[in-house]
């Protein structure tokens, strides 16, 4: 038995396999990392899951990893074949993936030898880069039914660094705040406030706060008006346009259009915002508001599993239960499908590694 793997945790048997993560092909261009776990959240515990992207570019793949090993087996066979999003999906044990340390030095040595060959004037073809580069079998599958790349080269990740900066100054600059009117669904003139305070574009994304489900200008209004009272605002921008919500992957967490950015002075002031105003029902919309940035950005890493609950535990008794921790951003309780009461278990999303770690 080796460490290592797609699971992250154990290697058994032949190796062929990690046992408690499972492969999913087949997703909707629609589905969103939210709704991709509430799925498989029906079978057991999930600890992690996410749908392959390729700079923003839905590849129609995802991996969910249980808590249990026996979970992944029940998955595959419980939910291959099954509709997900009005398409069909197919389901099997996710194949064994080296450690990332292995794969670092595969990449390095790649990477010298890529070197090699130029400095010999070697041509290489997109056969070499693609076998060298792609070490994941199911991925490699999926580039060559869609021609899709999903691995990122170094290249590639350099630039999308850069795209994300690009985005972070276009969400500031003056160039891109509401023009006043009514009309189109802009924002009317006493929302936007401009000019702030100069500091790095790290300190930025996590001053600023997506508010979502802003269905229309008047909604919009009052959001933003409400989020100008928790502290002082640099800037707004109303509406977002749809492609800056998948570049920063707003739409997997929840996040629906239309959208506003507002960039307050302080990380403190941002944070209250999002306690105060997320999942609060505004004129008739429930309003979703996330950092873009920083600690409350991350709400994947402060999520718990609340096992032995009540089949009759309710969402607000949770809410409230863990609140005491402090601000709970997003309680799931997962139900089987036949039945409609709880599977026994929960998941329960803070803000913030402090609030995470204080049991109630």
């Not at 190796?15 to 492969?23: L, M, N, R």
């Not at 401009?194 to 979502?212: D, L, N």
């Not at 004129?283 to 999520?303: D, F, H, I, P």
């Amino acid at each position: 038995m080796k460490e290592g793997g797609a699971d992250g945790g154990k290697r058994e048997g032949n190796g062929e396999h990690s046992p408690s993560t499972i492969f999913v092909s087949g997703l909707t261009d629609s589905i969103t990392d939210a709704q991709f776990e509430e799925t498989f959240s029906e079978v057991g515990p999930v600890k992690h899951s996410f749908v392959v992207r390729h700079k923003g570019v839905h590849s129609g793949i995802g991996y969910v990893r249980f808590v249990a090993t026996g979970d992944a087996n029940l998955a595959a066979e419980l939910k291959n074949g099954t509709s997900l999003g009005g398409k069909k999906i197919a389901v099997k044990l996710a194949k064994y993936r080296a450690p990332r340390g292995q794969r670092r030095l595969k990449t390095d040595r790649v990477n010298a030898d890529v070197s090699k060959r130029k400095d010999d004037k070697e041509e290489i073809t997109i056969k070499d880069v693609k076998d060298e580069k792609i070490s994941d079998s199911h991925e490699i599958e999926e580039v060559n039914r869609t021609g899709k790349a999903l691995v990122t080269s170094l290249a590639d990740k350099e630039q999308s660094s850069k795209e994300v900066q690009g985005t972070i100054e276009a969400l500031v600059s003056p160039k891109s705040l509401c023009k006043n009117g009514k009309s189109s669904g802009e924002v009317p003139p006493n929302i936007v406030a401009t000019k702030g305070e100069s500091s790095s574009e790290k300190q930025r994304v996590a001053r600023t706060v997506i508010f979502g489900g802003l269905t229309n200008a008047d909604i919009a209004e009052e959001v933003i008006s409400r989020a100008k009272e928790v502290g002082n605002v640099c800037s707004v921008m109303y509406p977002l346009p749809e492609q800056k919500l998948e570049h920063h992957a707003l739409t997997r967490d929840g996040c629906t259009m239309d959208a506003a950015a507002v960039i307050y002075r302080g990380v403190k002031s941002a944070h209250v915002a999002v306690s105060k105003l997320h999942q609060q029902e505004i004129k008739g919309a429930s309003v979703w508001a996330r950092q873009l940035g920083g600690e409350g950005s991350k709400t994947a890493k402060w999520k718990l599993i609340v096992r032995n609950i009540s089949y009759k535990a309710k969402f607000n008794e949770i809410k409230e239960l863990f609140s005491s921790a402090g601000f709970v951003w997003k309680v799931l309780i997962p139900q089987a499908p036949e039945t409609g009461p709880s599977k026994g278990f929960a998941f329960v999303t803070f803000t913030c590694k402090q609030d995470a770690e204080s049991n109630p």
